[in-house]
């Protein structure tokens, strides 16, 4: 695969000229009230409402820590935790690590959730599987994005190269599935909340879900990333971080309707309660340890294979060079952890319509919708 990747040189540069992003991290500034503070890096998307809950229920300050927000672009993302524009957050593991692989100084440790990633194409499309791929023109919000790269690990382990047998057109996240309809292009390749947004309004199939399809479907894409010389700084303080993460995480499993009503009505992220809600039940929020391990290696390999990473690069060395453990944080604390259950907190089982009805979908459409969530094996209740 053929695809460019920008340098650790032009990340640097870029970066640096972001006014206020850039700062030296090092030992932990202390509040007032006698909290660390904390630089927490968000872009305002779906999967991320362990950070937003672990905030609103009080698991950071229970952990001694002050939040400090920290809002960037997918294009800037990488480079500001880098650089210390903030000091951790958690975020999809496949989109650090050929950074990673560049020299980037980052840690990763814990991982978050599984699947939020898919390709999709239209419900009436003759695309039928991943396979039906090639030759074909695939949307993405942008080269080097989760979504773009997702779909190019798709089509390396089907055997195909991903620089040469398909077009990529990048369009903004929310004018994919415009750019479908119009048929400018054959496929999409998306994100949470809006893959979930176009099965429900009966506009697409899936015919690769990171979430429910093998050999994707049970690893971890997103984990607790940090940077790398705040960690080693601050070992104490990234423990307590990552634990406040992972509880924050567990809560939206226990909560996800919740989880996905604060989100939007703190204004963290643009997106309507019941498509969030019905977003935030496609995934699962079960942090794991050994899971992110594994997950780290598996992308990595994975992404070597599509050539995304060098053909030199030794994926073992590469998945132990990105991981941190952290004193005391194990699977077996993760299992004892315990959350709350708040009142009318879980899906109500006419969530489906309740998406529908936010959403103006016609009752022709639910129909179609309904249909299309089953045939995509998308939790719409």
Known sequence: MKTSFITPILFAITSLLLAGCSKDPGTAAVSESGLAKVKVGYIGITCEAPLYSAYENGFFRDEGIEVEWVKCEWSQYKDVLALGGFDITHHLIMMFLKPLEQGLDVKMTAGVHTGCLR???????????????????????????????????????????????????????????????????????????????????????????????????????????????????????TAKATRAILKGAKWVQANPRAAARLSVEKKYLASNPELNTSAIANLNYLPSISGAEKAILGAATAMKNAGMLSATTDVVELAKRAWLPQAGITDQWIEDLKVDKVAFGQLPPDQTQRLLAELGVTRDSMVVATCCAKASKIKLR
């Open 119 to 237: 390709v999709q194409t239209g419900i009436n499309s003759e695309i039928r599987t991943a396979k039906d791929l090639k030759g074909k023109r695939i949307g993405v919000p942008g080269m080097g994005t989760p979504p773009f790269i997702f779909a190019n690990r798709v089509m390396g382990d089907l055997g195909m190269d991903p620089g040469k047998d398909v077009e990529w057109r990048v369009y903004p996240a929310g004018e994919l599935g415009l750019a479908l309809e119009k048929g400018e292009v054959d496929a999409i390749a998306d994100s949470e909340p809006i893959g979930t947004m176009l099965i429900a309004e009966g506009k697409v199939k899936n015919v690769a879900d990171q979430g429910k399809d093998k050999p994707y479907a049970d690893e971890y894409c997103c984990a607790v990333i940090a940077n790398g010389k705040w960690a080693r700084a601050n070992p104490d303080l």
